[in-house]
């Protein structure tokens, strides 16, 4: 008998694997977020049930803390399963609505594998991972549900590979599915008649597929023909999935430029990538505006720019800190609307993941992720946006090539990368652009941080060269760019050959951080 704990396990396809697991007698760790007395008690009992809301920050101890009341040391299986979802307008979505698909979609996740990660390494067990073909497509009416789905994809990918050099005996699994016959359409704002619903494959025959894939070996896996195949297009023909999508008119104003100059707005922008961005704008007669949480280094840029009597001012902002980021929404919407909006702040936290702080890899979900997601929903309902402006997301080389020993970092790239996609069909009614950029190593002390080998630093590209790029690429209305004649080597061959540079990829950055790790421990 195996102890396996689900999460979402009170409805839809949790609540078919969970009948499915207590038909074949394993002792089962069920949780939901409902009332004990609203479940059926056959199943839902004071010895089965954890009632957690795993949008809390502290879901994933109180887990633990719940498994340590009823002894409960190892666990064979966790299912990730529990999900939310949001359909609508990019601006429409409300803030809270947004946290809370970041937190259960991809930070419930990360977090309850950190923590449970001994109690499976115990059992020799297996992390499985539900994930979506949503994070393979484009999505304007469900931008935040696809970036999500995406990022848990990237941290599953790099987790695995630093998984497989660990070598502790423990697994990790994703399954894509596609559209079930469950309620989650109608919770998440969708219109079940309208989607034929009823066509949708129900929960008990997801949940036997699923049951039959976890039987096997712990290989990624696409449930159903035609979700493999808009799975397989989405990720290897983008272009043609990017066409097919379904344009939608976008809700919130964009504001009409005013007669004169152009404004730009940077995160991250007192050093690094950010503070190159600032001076390439400047020089191009932008007006520019910088968002960084050191007032110091931002009031020095600031004064720099000032003295070479460019017009520029900085925001001093924490972007973990969700008080800042309505703050900033509401500054911004005070100033001329923004024809570039530069979404480029990043923090990392290196190592192999179940040894780091688990502190740090939150606020690399809140800076590299959540923060974009919400300023540029803000932004939107607020008119900060010019009509035709330009959304710049700074994604990753790791996109295409993957990081492990950074999964976590990888994650939030993969997911801001999605969310690009989708956001360039809804602002496309309206003339607006999205740039994804893809920078790889760079020149930056940011890198110098994070990286296990700084001997071939001056191969790294500098940040004004960067900057130069991404400015030409604002200009020539790209969608795409992989800065370097390196990088895009790497990029296409990590795209054709995902295996090989995987295996690159660990020897050449896993496994010296791995070794750091220990030498600091």
Known sequence: MRTILITGATDGIGLA???LYAQRGERLVL????????LD????????????????PDCAEAIAAWLDARGIAALDLVIHNAGLGYVGAIAAQPEDNLRALVDVNLWAPITLTHRLYERVRAAQGRFVFISSVAAAIPAPDYAIYSATKAALDGFVHNWRTELRAAQSGVTAQLIHLGATRTNMHAKSGADPAALGWERFPPPAEIARKIAK?????????????????????????????????????????????PAGQAHCVITGAAGGIGRALMFAFADAGYAVTGIDRDAARAAQTQ??????GRPA???????????????????????????????????SCVGPFVHSPIRQQRSVVEVNLLAPLALTANLLRQGG????????????????????????????????????????????????RVLTVYPGPTRTAHARRYSPDNRREQRRMAPDRLAGQILAAVVRRRRILIPG?????????????????QALMRRALYEPLARLTETRE
């Open 17 to 19: 694997l969970s009948q």
């Open 31 to 38: 949780v939901g977020r409902r009332p004990l007395e609203e």
């Open 41 to 56: 008690r056959r199943l839902f009992t004071l010895a089965t049930y954890c009632r957690v809301d795993l949008s809390h």
């Open 213 to 257: 894939t976890i039987a096997g070996p712990a290989a990624p896996a696409t449930i159903g023909l035609g979700n493999r195949l808009v799975y397989w297009t989405g990720r290897k023909v983008p272009q043609l999935m990017d066409r097919l999508a379904p344009r939608r008119q976008l809700s919130g104003s964009a504001r009409p430029r």
């Open 303 to 308: 004064a720099e720019l000032v003295d070479m």
């Open 313 to 347: 001012q900085m925001l001093v902002a924490d972007l973990t800190n969700a008080g800042d980021l309505q703050r900033l929404a509401s500054e911004l919407a005070a100033l001329p609307p923004a024809d570039v909006l530069v979404h480029n702040a990043g923090i």
């Open 385 to 432: 946006l010019a009509a035709g402006g330009t959304v710049v997301c700074v994604s990753s080389l790791s996109h295409f090539v993957g990081y492990p020993g950074a999964a976590v970092y990888a994650a939030t790239k993969d997911g801001l990368a999605a969310y690009a996609r989708s956001l360039r069909i809804a602002l496309s009614s309206q003339g607006g």
């Open 485 to 501: 004649m390196a990088n895009q080597l790497s990029a296409a061959l990590g795209y054709a050959a995902p295996t090989l540079m």
